[in-house]
């Protein structure tokens, strides 16, 4: 069974992926920072019958990180690495002028830091794999200038251009920047508890996720809604 790493996996895009995979077969390694939260999402999984490693930790701790590899190499490597996990910076999110740079660094660190890193550790298995996949979730503040989004669009803008630069370096693996875009999450409400409007359920989007799996087309930067509109 092919085997996948997701970082940010007790909540949201996290969990909905990890079910959506785990009904295809899929064995998991799935990482997040609540222990509570990421026990009752991997006892949701493993009801699909697969195997399911949940382990509890801080992405941004390089120990944590190798816990994730060597767990996904027990289950017969690492197929698919989705770094997920993301820090705002500041909750809720403040302009520029007003940004902590603990916070702004802590937003460096998880979501662009922590994810070379991980991929460094899992390069290896990556390789290995005939199917090796990185998919890193990244945001329309990357590449568009939203007031208070500076901070956590300046480490997406990093993310993704890591993702970038692995492509390159990496041709014999297959590297998706992904922008889920708009989704009814606990991060957007602690990023902007005052927005109202409706949003989708992350699980709206993970069909655009698994055309990426089914399809494989090149590395790049794709957005979740334009791969759902265009099947």
Same mark, same amino acid.
């Given at each position: 069974?092919?085997?996948?790493?997701?970082?940010?996996?007790?909540?949201?895009?996290? +969990? $909905?992926?990890?079910? @959506?995979? %785990?009904? &295809?077969?899929?064995?998991?390694? !799935?990482?997040?920072?609540? =222990?509570? #939260? /990421?026990?009752?999402?991997?006892?949701?999984?493993?009801?699909?019958?697969?195997?399911?490693?949940?382990?509890?930790?801080?992405?941004?701790?390089?120990?944590? +990180? $190798?816990?994730?590899? @060597?767990? %996904?190499? &027990?289950?017969?490597?690492?197929? !698919?690495?989705?770094?997920? =996990?993301? #820090? /705002?910076?500041?909750?809720?999110?403040?302009?520029?002028?007003?940004?902590?740079?603990?916070?702004?660094?802590?937003?460096?660190?998880?979501?662009?830091?922590?994810?070379?890193?991980?991929?460094?550790? %899992?390069?290896?298995?990556?390789?290995?794999?005939?199917?090796?996949?990185?998919?890193?979730?990244?945001?329309?503040?990357?590449?568009?200038?939203?007031?208070?989004?500076?901070?956590?669009?300046?480490?997406?803008?990093?993310?993704?251009?890591?993702?970038?630069?692995?492509?390159?370096?990496?041709?014999?693996?297959?590297?998706?920047?992904?922008?889920?875009?708009?989704?009814?999450?606990?991060?957007?409400?602690?990023?902007?508890?005052?927005?109202?409007?409706?949003?989708?359920?992350?699980?709206?989007?993970?069909?655009?996720?698994?055309?990426?799996?089914?399809?494989?087309?090149?590395?790049?930067?794709?957005?979740?809604?334009?791969?759902?509109?265009?099947?």
């Amino acid at each position: 069974m092919p085997v996948a790493i997701i970082t940010g996996a007790s909540k949201g895009l996290g +969990r $909905a992926l990890a079910e @959506a995979l %785990a009904a &295809r077969g899929w064995d998991l390694v !799935l990482d997040a920072r609540g =222990a509570g #939260a /990421l026990e009752e999402a991997a006892e949701a999984v493993a009801r699909y019958g697969g195997r399911v490693t949940a382990l509890p930790g801080d992405v941004a701790d390089g120990g944590h +990180r $190798a816990e994730l590899v @060597a767990a %996904a190499w &027990r289950l017969g490597g690492v197929d !698919l690495l989705v770094n997920n =996990a993301s #820090a /705002l910076g500041a909750e809720p999110l403040v302009r520029l002028s007003e940004l902590p740079l603990e916070g702004l660094r802590r937003a460096l660190e998880v979501n662009a830091v922590a994810a070379l890193g991980l991929v460094q550790e %899992a390069l290896p298995l990556l390789q290995a794999s005939p199917a090796g996949a990185v998919i890193a979730v990244t945001s329309d503040a990357a590449a568009e200038a939203y007031g208070t989004w500076g901070g956590y669009g300046a480490s997406k803008a990093a993310l993704e251009q890591l993702a970038a630069v692995l492509a390159v370096e990496e041709p014999g693996l297959r590297v998706w920047a992904v922008d889920p875009g708009d989704m009814a999450t606990e991060l957007y409400a602690a990023a902007v508890p005052d927005d109202e409007d409706p949003r989708p359920a992350p699980a709206a989007v993970v069909p655009a996720f698994l055309r990426l799996l089914e399809e494989r087309p090149a590395s790049g930067r794709y957005t979740a809604p334009s791969l759902v509109e265009e099947r």
